[in-house]
C-alpha cells in the first residue's frame, strides 16, 4: 500500500512537472528582452539561413533581440500541419516558408496569414516586382519571396563546341532548333529535354509569351495561343529527335542528374535555382556548363519567368506581428538578406541591388560562381526587365495536376492532339472547381 | 478501499461495464465522433473560421469528377487483382509448408515473413529503384538478359500495375499464410486419418478436407483483403514518390482523398470522397460476408 501511494506521489509530480514545462513554453520574452519566435520550414539549408540572420539582426539591434526557435519538416508533412493548425486555431508557428505550390491553399476564404504589404514598403523599389505580386490577394502582399526562380538556359559547352555550335549567337527557338539538329548530326546527342511530369518548364515557356495559366480574374484559362505555341514547340523537338522527355519524367529528379551529369544533353531550359542542384549532384559536369538567356518564340517577346518559391508568411495568431514582419521582409529582401541568400542557398536574390554589387558577385571562393563557365548575374542583369510573372492562384493547384499527371505526357509521349486535350482538361478543370 | 467500492467492482450486473468502459470511450471517441462529423463536413465547405452549407453539392461534384472515377476504378481493380492473387497463392502456400515432405518449414516460414515486418515505405522505395527506367536498373537489367529494349515500367498502366502487384504479393503473401496456418490447425487429424483409411490420394484430402474447412480462414482473409486492397494507398505513394503519377496510374481512392483534403485544402469534398469510400467498402464487405453465410446462426467462425 505505501509503496502504492508513493508511486502515485511519483506519477502526479511528473505530470505537474509538464504542466509547469508546457506554461513555461508560452514565455515569449525573456528577461533580457528577447522575443521569441517558433519558425517552421521544410528545407534544412532554410534554417541555416534563418540562424546567420538573427545572429545580424541581434548584432544590429541589440535592443530588439530575437530568438527563433526553428523546426524542419519535411515538405508536405509541415504544409500538413500548418493547414491543420490554421483550421483549427491552434498550434501555429510565428513564421513560416510556405511553398509556391501550396501556397494558394492558404489564400482560401480569409488568409491566416499577416499583411505584410507594409513591412515590405521599404525595399519593394529594389526588388523584381512580379516576385512580390505573387505572393499576394486582393492586392495586399502576405508572403515574402526567397528568389526570382528566373528561368536560364543551362548548356553543355563541351558538346555544343563539339558540334560547333555558338550558343550566344541563338537568339529564337527556331534559331535553337537548327543547331539543335545539328549537335544531334555532329554528335548524336540530344539538344534538349522537356519536362513531363511537372509545369516548370512549361511555365517558363508560356511566362516568356507573356503567358499564364489562368486570366486576370484568376480563372482558368489553358486554351490560349501562348500554351499551344509553347507545347507545340517542345512536341515539334521531340519528334525531330533532338529531345526526349526527362528520365524520371521530370529534370529535377535523380534519374534526370545522372542523365546531365553523364554529359547526353546539351542544354536545359530551367530556374535558376537548379543551379544548386547542379553543384551538389552533378560534378562531372562542373566547369562545363553555362548559364545564358533562354530563347525567345518571336522577336521582341521576353525571355525569362520567375517559376518556383518560397513564401515566408507570419501568421495571425503571432505575437509581436510587428517585429516578426519586419525581421521577415528584412532577413529576405535586404542587400544583406539577399547577400546571404545567395552565398548559403545559392538563389537568385530578390533584391536587384545585390546582383550590381562586385563583392557578391565577383567572389572567388563562391562554389557556384566556380561551378559555371559563365557568371549567373551577368544573366540576370540582362534579362532583368523580362521575369515575367506566372500566378500561383487558388485554381492552380488543380491546374497543375491536370498538367503534371495526363497533360503534357500525353501530348509529348501519346501523340495526343494538342488542342483537343487542352479543350477537354480545360472543361474538366472548370467542373472540379464549380 | 471501502467496502462499498469493493461491492461495486465484485457485482455482476455492474462491474462488466467498468470493464467495457475503456473500449467504448475510445471507440466513441476516436471513432463514432468522426464518422459523425465527416458526415456533417462532406456536405460543408470549410476554411479556417468560415464553414459554410453546401447541401449536396459536394456530391454532386464528385459524380461528374473524373479524376475520382479514375481512382474508383484504379482502387477496384487493385482490390480485385489483389484477391485473386493473394488468396490462392498463400493458401496453397500454407498447405505445401504445413506438410510433412518439406523440409527446412521454419527457414521458408521465416522467409515468407520477413517482407511483412518491413515498413511499406522502405519498400516501396525500393521498389521504385527496382522499377527505374534507366537501362542500369534491376528489372531493365533482367529484361537485357533476355534481350528486350529497356521499359519505363513506372509509366504505363499494365507494367506500373505490374511493379504496384508484385510489391503487394511480395509483401501479403507471409501475413495470408499464417492466417491459413490457424486454419489449418484447427482442422482435426482424424479427418485426413480417416480419409487415409478409405484410400483418398493428396489432392484428393485437399479438394475434400482442407478446402472446406479452410473456409472461416477465407472468409475472414478475404474480409480484410477488401478493405485494405480499397485503402491502399501507401504503396502507390511510395512507388510513384508521391500522389502524382503518369496517367494518374497510381491515384486510389484514398490518394484523391488526400488529395483533396490535404493538398488542395478541401475538407468537405475530401469527406465525401471518404464517405463514399466507406459505402463501397461495406457494401462489398457485407455482400461477401452474406454469400459466405457468416450471419447465418450455428454456422459461425470460431
Known amino acids: ?43 534544412e539549408a532554410h534554417s541555416n539561413f534563418y540562424k546567420e540572420m538573427e545572429n545580424i539582426w541581434n548584432e544590429e539591434n541589440p535592443d530588439r533581440k530575437i530568438s527563433l526557435n526553428i523546426t524542419v519538416l519535411p515538405n508536405a508533412d509541415m504544409h500538413n500541419k500548418l493547414q491543420m493548425s490554421l483550421q483549427s486555431g491552434y498550434g501555429a508557428p510565428d513564421i513560416c516558408d510556405v511553398h509556391v505550390n501550396s501556397f494558394p491553399n492558404f489564400m482560401k476564404g480569409v488568409p491566416q496569414f499577416e499583411d505584410m504589404t507594409e513591412a515590405i514598403a521599404p525595399y519593394a523599389a529594389d526588388c523584381v516586382p512580379s516576385r512580390l505580386e505573387l505572393y499576394s490577394k486582393d492586392g495586399i502582399n502576405y508572403g515574402v519571396p526567397f528568389h526570382v526562380g ?37 554528335t548524336g546527342k540530344y539538344m534538349t529535354t522537356a519536362e513531363g511530369t511537372r509545369v516548370n518548364m512549361l511555365s517558363a515557356f508560356l511566362g516568356e509569351q507573356g503567358g499564364d495559366f489562368v486570366d486576370e480574374n484568376g480563372v482558368p484559362n489553358i486554351v490560349t495561343e501562348e500554351m499551344y505555341n ?51 549532384y552533378m560534378p562531372d559536369v562542373a566547369g562545363k556548363i553555362a548559364i545564358a538567356p533562354m530563347p525567345r518564340f518571336e522577336e521582341g517577346q521576353d525571355r525569362s519567368a520567375g517559376v518556383g518559391g518560397t513564401a515566408t508568411v507570419v501568421i495571425n495568431t503571432a505575437h509581436d506581428k510587428d517585429l516578426a514582419k519586419e525581421f521577415v521582409a528584412w532577413a529576405k529582401l535586404s542587400v544583406e538578406g539577399g547577400t546571404k541568400i545567395w552565398e548559403i542557398l545559392g538563389f537568385d536574390p530578390v533584391n536587384t541591388k545585390v546582383w550590381d554589387d562586385p563583392a557578391v558577385t565577383n567572389d572567388p571562393d563562391n562554389k557556384y560562381l566556380q561551378y559555371f563557365v559563365t557568371n549567373p548575374f551577368d544573366t540576370l542583369r540582362e534579362i532583368r526587365d523580362e521575369v515575367n510573372i506566372i500566378r500561383s492562384v487558388e485554381a492552380t493547384p488543380t491546374i497543375s495536376n491536370y498538367f503534371n499527371n495526363q497533360i503534357l505526357l500525353d501530348v509529348f509521349e501519346n501523340d495526343a492532339d494538342i488542342m483537343t486535350t487542352l479543350e477537354n482538361a480545360q472543361e474538366e478543370i472548370m467542373n472540379q472547381l464549380s | 478501499m ?116 518491413t515498413s511499406v515505405v522502405v519498400a516501396g522505395t525500393i521498389f521504385r529503384l527496382m522499377f527505374g527506367e534507366l537501362p542500369g536498373s534491376l528489372m531493365n537489367r533482367v529484361l537485357a538478359f533476355f534481350g528486350h529494349e529497356p521499359i519505363k515500367w513506372l509509366f504505363s498502366y499494365g507494367t506500373g500495375y505490374t511493379a504496384l502487384l508484385l510489391l503487394a504479393v511480395w509483401r501479403w503473401t507471409g501475413m495470408n499464410i499464417v492466417y491459413f496456418f490457424a486454419g489449418l490447425n484447427n482442422i482435426p487429424t482424424e479427418l485426413y486419418e480417416a480419409a487415409d483409411i478409405d484410400g483418398a490420394k493428396g489432392l484428393q484430402k485437399f479438394r475434400f478436407i482442407t478446402l472446406p474447412l479452410l473456409k472461416p480462414s477465407r472468409t475472414y482473409v478475404i474480409t480484410i483483403s477488401v478493405f485494405a486492397g480499397l485503402r491502399m494507398f501507401t504503396e502507390s505513394y511510395m512507388l510513384w514518390s508521391g500522389n502524382n503519377s503518369p496517367h494518374e496510374i497510381g491515384l486510389t481512392i484514398i490518394g484523391y482523398l488526400y488529395r483533396q483534403g490535404i493538398e488542395q485544402n478541401e475538407m468537405g469534398y475530401a469527406s465525401a470522397v471518404g464517405l463514399v469510400l466507406l459505402v463501397l467498402a461495406m457494401i462489398l464487405n457485407l455482400s461477401q460476408l452474406k454469400v459466405s453465410g457468416f450471419f447465418k446462426k450455428g454456422d459461425s467462425i470460431e
Open chain 1, 1 to 43: 500500500m505505501k509503496r502504492g501511494r508513493l508511486f502515485l506521489v511519483g506519477l502526479l509530480m511528473i505530470v505537474a512537472m509538464g504542466f509547469a514545462y508546457a506554461g513555461g513554453a508560452d514565455e515569449t520574452t525573456a528577461a533580457d528582452g528577447t522575443t521569441s519566435f517558433e519558425l517552421w520550414t521544410y528545407v
Open chain 2, 2 to 117: 471501502s467496502s462499498r467500492f469493493k461491492s461495486f467492482l465484485y457485482s455482476q450486473d455492474k462491474a462488466p461495464y467498468v470493464f467495457i468502459c475503456p473500449f467504448v470511450l475510445l471507440f466513441v471517441i476516436f471513432f463514432v465522433y468522426p464518422i459523425i462529423s465527416t458526415v456533417i463536413m462532406s456536405f460543408e465547405e470549410i476554411l479556417p473560421g468560415q464553414v459554410e452549407f453546401l447541401g449536396l453539392k459536394n456530391y454532386e461534384k464528385l459524380f461528374s469528377d473524373r479524376s475520382f472515377w479514375i481512382a474508383i476504378r484504379n482502387s477496384v481493380v487493385y482490390m480485385v487483382l489483389t484477391l485473386i492473387l493473394l488468396i490462392p497463392i498463400p493458401m496453397v502456400l500454407a498447405c505445401i509448408l504445413d506438410s510433412k515432405l518439406v523440409i527446412g518449414k521454419g527457414f521458408f516460414r521465416g522467409v515468407f515473413f520477413v517482407p511483412v515486418l
Open chain 1, 150 to 186: 528566373a528561368c536560364v538556359m543551362f548548356y553543355n559547352t563541351e558538346i555544343l563546341e563539339e558540334a560547333d555550335i555558338d550558343y550566344t549567337t541563338i537568339d529564337t527557338w527556331d534559331e535553337f532548333i537548327e543547331a539543335g539538329l545539328i549537335v544531334k548530326e555532329k
Open chain 1, 230 to 280: 509553347a507545347l507545340e514547340m517542345e512536341k515539334r523537338m521531340i519528334d525531330l529527335g533532338i529531345s526526349r522527355v526527362s528520365p524520371g519524367g521530370k529534370p529535377d529528379s535523380e534519374e534526370c542528374y545522372g542523365w546531365i551529369n553523364s554529359g547526353e544533353v546539351a542544354s536545359l531550359a530551367f530556374p535558376l535555382w537548379f543551379m544548386s542542384r547542379f553543384v551538389d
